[in-house]
Structures are given as C-alpha cells and as structure tokens.
C-alpha cells in the first residue's frame, strides 16, 4: 500500500516501532507494552488495538474514527504524542538502558546484564527460607525492635547527639553498606519468586550519594498487585528487620558502648526505611503505591498534569486531557518535583560545609557540582518552557508572568534577613574554652569581642545543647584541636591543624566535653548574600582570587 500524499499541515501518519511489543497479561485483564522485552506500559484493549493499527498509512483522523470517537482531535494528538515520548513510534525510539545509563535529573547507573543469571542463582539458594512463617517472623521482630528503641530512646538521643568513636563508624557504615546490598537483593529475589528477572543490577549515584539498585520493571508481568507491591517493600523489610533486631540487641547489651553502637545502627536502618517509603521520589514507597494503585509511570503522568497547570497558568491556552483522572494528580505531581529538588538542595548544602577549608581541590568540586545541579535542573526547565511557548497562547504574557516572577523572588531573597551563624570548634584546655575554625578555612573568621556564643555537642546525627557564652577575641594563632571540633568522629590521640580565634567565657561550674561546636551569631545579611557567599563567592575566591568582588558587608550583631 502507498502512502497518499499528505496535505499541509497534516501530521505524518503514525508508525509503531519495531521494537514495541504488545502483549495480554498473565490474568488477562490488560495489555502489556514492552520495548525490546522492557516493559514500559500497561494499556486497555482499546489502546492496544490503537497501537497495533499505526501501521504509518493510516492517518490520526481514521484512527481517532475506529477507536476513540469520543475523543477530540486534540485529545486524540495529545495521545498520540505521549506515545511518541515514551519511545513507542518509529523515530522516538530511546535507547535501552545499558550498562551506564543517566536518568534525569541527577542519576548515574553502572549495571551488569547477568543480573538475570545472578537472581536466578540467588533464589534457588534462598528458596527453602521464602515462606509465609518468615513473613511473620519479621514482622514480630520490627514490632518488638519498635517498642524496644521507644525504651531506650534518652539513651539513642544521646548517642545520635555524640560524636561517634572512629571504630563505632567504620562498623556502622560497613554493616549499613552490607544491608543496602541485601535490601537491593531482596527485590531481585522476591520478583524470581514471583515469576518475574530482573534485567539490570549493580551501583550508581542517586542525588550525589552512592547506592546499589535492581531494575524490577519486570515486575509489571506479576498478575496481581499484592505481589508487585511485595516486590517494592521486600528491600526496606530487610532494613525494618535490622532495625529491630539491633534494637533488641541494645536493650540486652550489657557492654555501655557495644549498646550504642547497635542504638546507632537501629536509628540509621529506621531512617532508611523512613526515607525509602517517601512516595514522591523514584524509591520504593512510589514503586509499591504505583503497584497498589495498578497505574504504571504515575509520577510521570502527575508531573505532566502540574506541568499543563503551570503551563496555562503563565501562558494561557486550553486544558489538556489529564494524564491521569484523579482528583490529587496535580498536587502530587507539584511534590514529586518539589521533593526530589529539595534533596538534590541538601545534597549540595552538606557537600558545601563538608568541603569548606579544603583548598583548592574542594573549591573546584563544589563548582563542578553545582554547575552540573544547573545544567540538569536547567535543561529540564528549558524543555518545559520550550513545550509551553510551542502550544500557549499567549507568549507575552510568559514573558511578563515569569519576568516578575524572578524579580519578586530576587527582590525578597535579597532584602530578607537572615542569621549570619559562624559555626566553629572548640576545645577545652584547662579552664579555657578555645574557639577554633579549620586550618585553610574560606572568608573571614575575625570574631567580635561580646558577642554571644552557644556550645553544643557535635552529634552524628544532632547536637546538644551545652552552655551559653560569651566570645573573647583573640590573634589567630595556629594551634591543633580534637577532629571532633569539626567533625562528628572521635580519634583518639589525633588533631588537625586549626586556627585559633578566640575564647568563650561560660558560667562557672559548667561541664564540657574535651571538644564540640560552638555557634557564633555575628549578625545578619540577605538571603541572597548568604547563598551567593556560601555556594560561589567563597569557592571562587579560592580559585580565582582577582576575579570575585566581595560581596556587602554582614550587619554588625547588636
């Protein structure tokens, strides 16, 4: 059959790709829609039988005939495109994750394509355990750890709040990574179990921090909710059943440090579990909503309904068809934009005070890493925008909208106040309390004399409040300090090179640790000077120091 000539501005008629395979699910009730043997959709009958007929002849308008008669033109091209966007239409195909695959906007994945072979393996072992009794069995243990750490909860506050013995760090962290590998590999097992493989498994980088994953799309083959919901809890079930088993073992633990270290490692593994179940980010609490709800790509298609939202906010122009009908679609598209921006925004704050005062070497990685935090926030922004200014209908009032949008938050970071907090170390010698900053520290770290200083733990996870003082300012003066000045890890017999600024006069008879930090309120200044400060000035005055113009001075403390 020819093609017939097209008139203008008709639309190429619609082909599916080769790749695209559609298939009945294992219970018959849908339609399976796979790319190269991914799945990547569920669809109706009715869509199906509209995929299999984009046969690249037959035009949008017979198709919208046969199949969606209900459907408005546009209605029906809006279809149509989210078909081609999700690479199922001959010349949108993307390419299938691979060994190294980036997903937007800040996740780099390093896998091994014998994850099916390595599962496989895995469960044959692990089958004899994989009954409903061990079901159970971790449920009681993550109830009884529950009550076990609300027992001992004085008792986990003050080691969260502590700094850590280096030894009590090392066995935290590696116990932690074991688990991260087991939580990852309880997905792959229970989708085996199932009658589901995983294609993909090994390491990447989730929002600058390293993680194992499993690619469970496979999961979308199970004929029941129940299991794939299963699939997505079985990793933070095996941190929950850590969690408790730790925290049992700290209420029976007679040995005062072994206690909180396992009190440690109860709190982490919960916050894990805590973090995991967050439904607005690609973790497993959306994995195991999605698969309860039975609505694949769910976040996909709420970020596509906030999107139109904004989208006829600043530029006008009808409402699209909603990507999916439920009354919550917007606002949980709002938040799985917010959300995941949030953390990518802590993600850098802690590399910023992590790296600050380590030269020249950090300077450069913070830079770096706040470059490529723009270049994927602003290549996702740019698309947004580029697809409004395509389909709005009025571009002037995007350009007069968005132009006051970015002064008003301009202008009010610029003139909000906020604290200017110099956060120090100190350490006691004798009756002197010592404040100190770390050897090669960015910006100025002159203290005023008078002004009040508050000295807390320097905890792993929190800081406790200790005393209230007063600075007295001192020359610099180099000096050496405990780590745990600046850092929440005790080692014993090692100090780092710092500067010495000052001293804190505290009421008499107070009670200090050798060492821990001290907060020091030396004013205010703008939101927007303390970003520009803390994010780029500061570490571009360490690489290019004839380039950066100071920025306004802070207001003195009164």
Same mark, same amino acid.
């Given at each position: 059959?020819?093609?017939?000539l ?7 008629? *619609? ?51 046969? /199949? ?9 091209a ?7 966007r999700?690479g199922? +239409? ?37 089958? *004899? ?5 061990? +079901? ?20 986990a506050?003050?080691? +969260? ?18 688990? $991260?590998?087991? #939580?990852?590999?309880? #997905? ?19 929002y600058l ?20 919901a ?8 095996? #941190? ?5 088993t ?11 440090d =072994?206690r909180? $270290? ?6 982490a ?24 709800l039975?609505e694949?790509?769910?976040?996909a ?12 906010l ?8 909603r990507?999916?009908?439920?009354w919550?679609?917007?606002? /949980? ?9 949030? =953390?990518?925004? /802590?993600?850098?704050?802690? &590399? ?21 935090v ?17 389909? %709005? ?23 909000l106040?906020?604290?200017d ?9 004798g ?27 320097n905890?792993?996870? &929190? ?5 209230? %003082?007063?600075v ?52 205010t200044?703008?939101l ?9 000035a ?21």
């Amino acid at each position: 059959m020819t093609r017939e000539l097209l008139a203008p501005g008709e639309a190429e008629p *619609p082909r599916l790709s080769e790749s695209v395979r559609i298939e009945p699910s294992a219970d018959g009730a849908y339609w399976l829609v796979s790319v190269e043997g991914v799945p990547v959709s569920r669809a109706s009958g009715a869509v199906a039988a509209t995929l299999r007929a984009m046969d690249g002849v037959t035009g949008l308008d017979e198709l919208r005939r046969r /199949f969606a008669p209900d459907q408005t033109p546009d209605a029906f091209a809006d279809l149509v495109e989210r078909f081609r966007r999700a690479g199922l +239409l001959r010349g949108s195909e993307r390419r299938i994750t691979g060994r190294v695959t980036y997903r937007p906007p800040l996740t780099v994945q390093f896998a091994t394509l014998r994850a099916p072979q390595i599962f496989d393996s895995l469960h044959r072992v692990l089958r *004899p355990f994989l009954r409903r009794g061990l +079901l159970w069995s971790a449920a009681a243990f993550v109830v009884a750890g529950a009550v076990a750490l609300a027992v001992q909860a004085d008792a986990a506050l003050a080691a +969260l709040s502590s700094p850590l013995p280096w030894r009590d760090v090392l066995i935290v962290t590696a116990v932690l990574v074991v688990a $991260t590998f087991a #939580h990852e590999a309880a #997905h792959g097992v229970t989708l085996v179990h199932g009658g589901a493989r995983p294609r993909r498994a090994g390491v990447m980088l989730l929002y600058l921090g390293p993680a194992f994953f499993v690619d469970v799309t496979d999961a979308w083959r199970l004929p029941s909710r129940a299991a794939r919901a299963a699939v997505a809890l079985a990793g933070p079930a095996v #941190h929950a059943v850590l969690a408790g088993t730790a925290a049992l073992a700290a209420l029976v633990a007679a040995d005062v440090d =072994l206690r909180r $270290t396992l009190l440690v490692l109860a709190c982490a593994c919960g916050t894990v579990v805590g973090v995991n179940l967050v439904p607005f980010v690609r973790f497993d609490g959306y994995i195991a909503l999605m698969s309860a709800l039975d609505e694949p790509n769910l976040r996909a298609r709420t970020m596509a309904d906030a999107a139109d939202g904004v989208r006829r906010l600043v530029f006008g122009g009808q409402r699209s068809p909603r990507a999916f009908d439920r009354w919550w679609s917007v606002p /949980f598209g709002v938040l799985s934009a917010v959300v995941p921006a949030a =953390l990518v925004w /802590f993600a850098v704050e802690r &590399a910023v005070r992590a790296l600050d005062g380590t030269g020249p070497v950090g300077a450069f990685v913070v830079l770096a890493l706040e470059a490529a935090v723009l270049v994927a926030v602003g290549a996702v922004v740019a698309r947004w925008v580029a697809r409004g200014w395509a389909r %709005g209908r009025s571009r002037a009032r995007f350009l007069v909208i968005s132009g006051v949008a970015v002064a008003a938050v301009l202008a009010v970071a610029a003139v909000l106040p906020v604290d200017d907090v110099r956060t120090l170390g100190f350490t006691t010698t004798g009756d002197r309390v010592v404040l100190a900053v770390p050897d090669g520290s960015s910006g100025d770290v002159s203290l005023a004399d008078g002004v009040p200083v508050e000295l807390t733990t320097n905890g792993i996870l &929190a800081d406790a409040h200790l005393a209230t %003082g007063v600075v007295r300012a001192e020359s610099p003066r180099r000096r050496g300090v405990p780590l745990s000045a600046f850092a929440p890890v005790e080692v014993a017999g090692i100090e780092v090179d710092a500067v010495a600024v000052g001293t804190a006069e505290v009421p008499d008879g107070t009670a200090l640790p050798s060492s821990g930090r001290a907060a020091v309120r030396v004013g205010t200044r703008s939101l927007l000077d303390a970003v520009w400060t803390s994010h780029i000035a500061q570490p571009a005055a360490v690489l290019f120091p004839f380039l950066i113009p100071p920025m306004p001075q802070t207001k003195e403390a009164r």
